[in-house]
């Protein structure tokens, strides 16, 4: 495996880093488990519908509404568990996340062409020891990382189809967003779009 670009210290990004073949079968994989656990615009705690469409493979699956942002075990719509994680998947994360305790989350970021996500924190796992493991599929996404306050310095990095990047150590919680994509920019996804994978641990380990 080819040695990752650190953009900022514990960025670190693999350009390229899943075969044509590779991404085409996620996709695939992706789009069929959201037939069973379908994608939706959760509202923030402030009321207002995401930009990005989102659900989730594994044992846990992300959620917001006027509760607040949180993990649970079943879909919000369907009351069914989520679907599971495509052994690909868990493969990466086995050899770039942490060998030894699996991810129990894996996030899905559904962006259309006017989608974006603005800078955050991944703070809702119980140990940030572990990684968040980044896939990127279809359009390019125009992704912007910073430091763990909003006051810190930003940079701009283009993430495109294939691309796996990982946050760790200093840059764990550091705020990162997507600033746009780029539509157009891939056929992979039927009907355009990007399609953003997250791997995490949520629970301890």
């Given at each position: 495996?080819m040695?990752?670009?650190?953009?900022?210290?514990g960025?670190?990004?693999w350009p390229g880093?899943?075969?044509?073949?590779a991404?085409?079968?996620?996709?695939?994989?992706?789009?069929?488990a959201a037939k069973?656990?379908?994608?939706?615009?959760?509202?923030t705690?402030?009321g207002?519908?995401?930009?990005?469409?989102?659900?989730?493979?594994?044992?846990?699956?992300w959620t917001s509404?006027?509760?607040?942002y949180?993990y649970?075990?079943?879909?919000?719509?369907?009351g069914?568990?989520w679907p599971?994680?495509p052994?690909?998947l868990l493969?990466?994360w086995?050899?770039?996340g942490?060998p030894?305790v699996p991810p129990?989350?894996?996030?899905?970021n559904?962006y259309g062409?006017?989608?974006?996500m603005?800078?955050?924190?991944?703070r809702?796992e119980a140990?940030p020891?572990f990684p968040?493991l980044?896939?990127?599929?279809?359009?390019?996404?125009v992704?912007?990382i910073g430091g763990?306050?909003r006051?810190?310095p930003?940079?701009?990095?283009?993430?495109a189809?294939g691309?796996?990047?990982?946050?760790?150590?200093p840059?764990?919680?550091a705020?990162?967003?997507v600033?746009r994509?780029?539509?157009?920019s891939?056929r992979l996804?039927p009907?355009?779009?990007?399609?953003n994978?997250?791997?995490r641990?949520?629970?301890?380990g």
């Amino acid at each position: 495996m080819m040695n990752p670009v650190s953009l900022v210290p514990g960025f670190d990004l693999w350009p390229g880093l899943l075969s044509p073949d590779a991404q085409a079968a996620l996709v695939v994989a992706v789009l069929d488990a959201a037939k069973i656990a379908p994608a939706a615009h959760y509202a923030t705690p402030y009321g207002k519908a995401m930009s990005v469409a989102m659900t989730s493979l594994g044992p846990l699956g992300w959620t917001s509404d006027a509760a607040g942002y949180r993990y649970a075990e079943r879909h919000p719509g369907t009351g069914a568990p989520w679907p599971d994680m495509p052994q690909a998947l868990l493969d990466l994360w086995t050899a770039l996340g942490d060998p030894n305790v699996p991810p129990d989350a894996c996030l899905v970021n559904l962006y259309g062409p006017e989608a974006r996500m603005s800078l955050h924190q991944d703070r809702d796992e119980a140990d940030p020891h572990f990684p968040v493991l980044s896939i990127s599929l279809g359009d390019t996404a125009v992704f912007r990382i910073g430091g763990t306050s909003r006051k810190d310095p930003t940079r701009s990095v283009r993430l495109a189809s294939g691309d796996v990047c990982r946050l760790s150590g200093p840059a764990r919680l550091a705020f990162h967003g997507v600033d746009r994509i780029l539509p157009g920019s891939s056929r992979l996804v039927p009907d355009g779009g990007r399609i953003n994978l997250t791997l995490r641990r949520a629970r301890p380990g």
